[in-house]
C-alpha cells in the first residue's frame, strides 16, 4: 500500500472515531440536562409541568434517538475490530445516519421551540428566586456541569444538527470514490442540509423574535428539490397521524391522476381521461426497531409487504402550493383497501382500485417512472388487508380481473 492511502485509511479512522465520540460527548449532554436539572426541577416544584414542557422541550425525544443511534454506531465499529477490521474500511457511516435519518425531524422541532424555550426560562428566572438559586448553585457547585449553565446545554442539539454536515464532510475527503459508502455519505450530507435549510425557512415563517439561523453550509438551497419534500412529507405525517420512527417513505415524487367515470377507459385510452398534476407520496408503516424481524434487511428496502414488515400503506396526493402552503388533495388513499393493476397494452398510466370507494388511474412523466411507481406501489399493497386472503386475494366476486393485467 502507497504511504498516501496508507495515510487515507488513518484519517478515515480518525474521523469515524470522531463521529462515535462527539456523539457519545452529545448524549452526555442530554442527560445532564435531564438528570441534573429537569428531574431535580420536577421533584422540587420549582417548575410547573407546562413550565417544564416549553424550557425542556422534546429533550427525552432527543435521548432516546441519541441512544440508539449512538448504540448502532458503537456495534458497527465494534464488529469491525473483532472481525480484524482494524481500518473501519466495513464501518459505513453514510448507511447508518440515512438508517437514523429520522433523527432529523425531532431536531427540527427542538430548535423550532428554543427561542419560546429561552424566553420563558429568562422570565422564571426573575419571577422565582428559588430557581435562580438553584440553577447558581449548580453551576458553580456541581462538577458535572463543567460550569456551564442550563442555556449552554440547551444549546446542546442546535449545536450537534449543525455539526454533522462538517463530520460527514470530512469522513467523505477522505473516503475513496469506490468505497461501497461513498454515495451514501454524500446523501446523507445532503439529506441533513435540507433539514437546517429547512428548519431556518420555518424559523423565518414562525417568528417568534428568532435572531439566530442554523448554517446549512449549502449553496443554491433553494432550488434542492429535498426542501420542497421535507415540507410535504410533514404535511402528510400530520394528515396520516404515523409517528416518525415508524414512518418510511417510500417514494415520492410528482404524478397526474384522473377518476374515470365508469371501468372502459381502458378501451378508450387515457387520452380520454383528464388528468390533474399532484405531488404525491408513497408512505409505509413499519414496527419499531425492537418489534421488527431479526431477518429484516438493515435498509428495508428489499422483498415483499410482510418480509419488509409493512404493517400499513397509503398514498398521499398533495396540490401544487397555493397560498404558500402545501395542502392534500384528498384523503390518503388506503392501500390495504386497493387493487393495482396495469394493462400491457397502456403501459403509460397504472390503476388504483380502491374496493369500498373509487378509481384512480395514475401517471408520471415517462413509461419508465410510471412503471417504477406501478412496481412499488403494488409492493407495498400486496400484503396489506385481511380480505386478500380470500377469493384468491379478490375483494369481490363482481369484481372482474382480466389474466391480461399484470
Not at 462538517?166 to 442540509?193: F, G, N, Q, W, Y
Amino acid at each position: 500500500m502507497c504511504e498516501r492511502c496508507s495515510k487515507l485509511r488513518t484519517e478515515r479512522k480518525e474521523a469515524i472515531l470522531e463521529f462515535l465520540n462527539t456523539e457519545s460527548s452529545y448524549g452526555e449532554d442530554l442527560r445532564i440536562i435531564k438528570e441534573e436539572f429537569y428531574c431535580p426541577m420536577q421533584s422540587a416544584g420549582l417548575l410547573t409541568a407546562d413550565q417544564l414542557a416549553v424550557v425542556f422541550a422534546n429533550v427525552q425525544e432527543l435521548i432516546d434517538v441519541n441512544d440508539r443511534f449512538t448504540e448502532h454506531l458503537q456495534d458497527s465499529i465494534d464488529q469491525a475490530f473483532d472481525q480484524g477490521d482494524d481500518d473501519l474500511l466495513t464501518v459505513y457511516i453514510g448507511e447508518v445516519f440515512l438508517e437514523f435519518v429520522n433523527m432529523l425531524p425531532a431536531f427540527q422541532t427542538y430548535c423550532l421551540q428554543q427561542s419560546t424555550s429561552v424566553n420563558m426560562l429568562n422570565t422564571l428566572e426573575k419571577e422565582k428566586e428559588l430557581l435562580r438559586i438553584f440553577l447558581d448553585v449548580s453551576q458553580n457547585d456541581n462538577t458535572a456541569l463543567r460550569r456551564m449553565n442550563l442555556r449552554s446545554f440547551l444549546m446542546a442539539p442546535l449545536q450537534r444538527v449543525t455539526k454533522y454536515p462538517l463530520l460527514l464532510s470530512r469522513i467523505m475527503k477522505v473516503t475513496p470514490e469506490c468505497h461501497p459508502d461513498a454515495a451514501r455519505l454524500r446523501e446523507a450530507k445532503s439529506r441533513v442540509e435540507s433539514h437546517l435549510e429547512h428548519i431556518n425557512m420555518k424559523t423565518k415563517q414562525e417568528g417568534n423574535g428568532v435572531t439566530w439561523s442554523l448554517r446549512s453550509f449549502r449553496r443554491d438551497s433553494r432550488k434542492n428539490r429535498e426542501v420542497i419534500n421535507i415540507e410535504m412529507r410533514e404535511v402528510s405525517m400530520k394528515t396520516v397521524g404515523w409517528a416518525r420512527e415508524t414512518t418510511r417513505f417510500v417514494m415520492e415524487g410528482p404524478l397526474q391522476v384522473s377518476q374515470p367515470a365508469d371501468g372502459q377507459w381502458v378501451k378508450k385510452g387515457s387520452k380520454a381521461l383528464k388528468f390533474q398534476n399532484v405531488q404525491s407520496l408513497l408512505m409505509v408503516r413499519t414496527p419499531r426497531t425492537s418489534e421488527a424481524p431479526a431477518e429484516a434487511g438493515p435498509r428495508g428496502d428489499q422483498g415483499d409487504g410482510a418480509r419488509d414488515g409493512i404493517q400499513d400503506g397509503v398514498l398521499v396526493l398533495i396540490k401544487d402550493k397555493s397560498s404558500g402552503k402545501f395542502t392534500v388533495l384528498r384523503e390518503p388513499i388506503r392501500l390495504g383497501n386497493c387493487v393495482v393493476s396495469a394493462d400491457p397494452e397502456c403501459e403509460d398510466t397504472f390503476e388504483v382500485l380502491d374496493i369500498r370507494r373509487e378509481s384512480f388511474v395514475f401517471r408520471a412523466s415517462d413509461k419508465s417512472r410510471t412503471q417504477q411507481w406501478f412496481h412499488q406501489i403494488k409492493r407495498c399493497t400486496r400484503d396489506l388487508g385481511a380480505w386478500r386472503k380470500r377469493r384468491n386475494a379478490l375483494p369481490n366476486i363482481m369484481i372482474n380481473t382480466n389474466q391480461s393485467r399484470s
